[in-house]
């Protein structure tokens, strides 16, 4: 069975410093992986995905993720935060027949 | 612009009432998703359909039921509303069923109180 841990429920950041957003997969095969965000009061727009042919994944706005099957881990990363950057960040793992979503991580970005 | 659409934005509802969730997608997208988002839950599925004509319980389908009548069109209904079903409701379509690489595309959400 596919699951999914997202170790944050909340990261607080300056601008301009680098985002770390944590994710651990379980899967019994190999995954395919996404980065969704959800920005207040919006849907969900896909960031990135993996889908083995890279392990490092860059995303639209300045974000990637590198898949570490030794770790089990697709980490979101990003250089420098924006403050347009604030949103919610979900982590997902594909099963054999649906999407598998974490429970989420809150960004917070400070001037 | 093409995308999925979803009505009403927001819905006060009394306890008992029927209601109707609406999604329509202009993407030719063979599978539709209903989900509903709860504080520390993240995205639950509720159905899905991987074609027209054809529909699938997810993981919370008690108290929704839906249909697929055409490609373009996938309602929720509530038949009989009760405050627990208070959340956020996304759509979702994929260009095939299934999981693997299909990804999603979401619309801008639902949010119902039932009161």
């Known amino acids: 069975a596919q699951s999914v841990t997202q170790l944050d429920s909340h990261v607080s950041v300056s601008e301009g410093t680098p985002v770390l957003l944590r994710c651990n997969y379980s899967?019994?095969?190999?995954?395919?992986l996404f980065w969704y965000v959800q920005h207040p009061n919006k849907g969900l727009q896909l960031l990135l995905k993996y889908t083995s042919a890279a392990t490092l994944v860059k995303g639209i706005n300045g974000f990637e993720a590198e898949f570490k099957k030794s770790e089990t881990s697709f980490h979101l990363t990003k250089p420098s935060a924006h403050m347009s950057d604030a949103a919610e960040y979900f982590c997902v793992v594909s099963g054999s027949d649906k999407l598998i979503f974490g429970t989420g991580t809150r960004l917070q970005v400070f001037p | 612009i093409a995308g999925i659409t979803q009505a009403p934005t927001s819905q006060i509802l009394a306890a008992g009432r029927r209601m109707t969730l609406r999604c329509t997608q202009d993407m030719r997208h063979n599978a539709m998703y209903w989900y509903r988002q709860d504080l520390g839950l993240g995205l639950r599925l509720i159905h899905y359909?991987?074609?027209?004509?054809?529909?699938g319980k997810g993981e919370v389908p008690d108290g929704y039921s839906v249909s697929r009548a055409n490609t373009d069109d996938f309602p929720l209904t509530l038949a009989s509303a009760v405050p627990s079903q208070t959340s956020v409701y996304f759509c979702a379509s994929s260009r095939l069923a299934g999981g693997g690489i299909n990804e999603q595309f979401f619309g801008p959400g639902t949010r119902l109180t039932v009161l």
């Open positions: 359909s991987n074609t027209a004509g054809t529909t």
């Open positions: 899967s019994s095969y190999s995954p395919s």
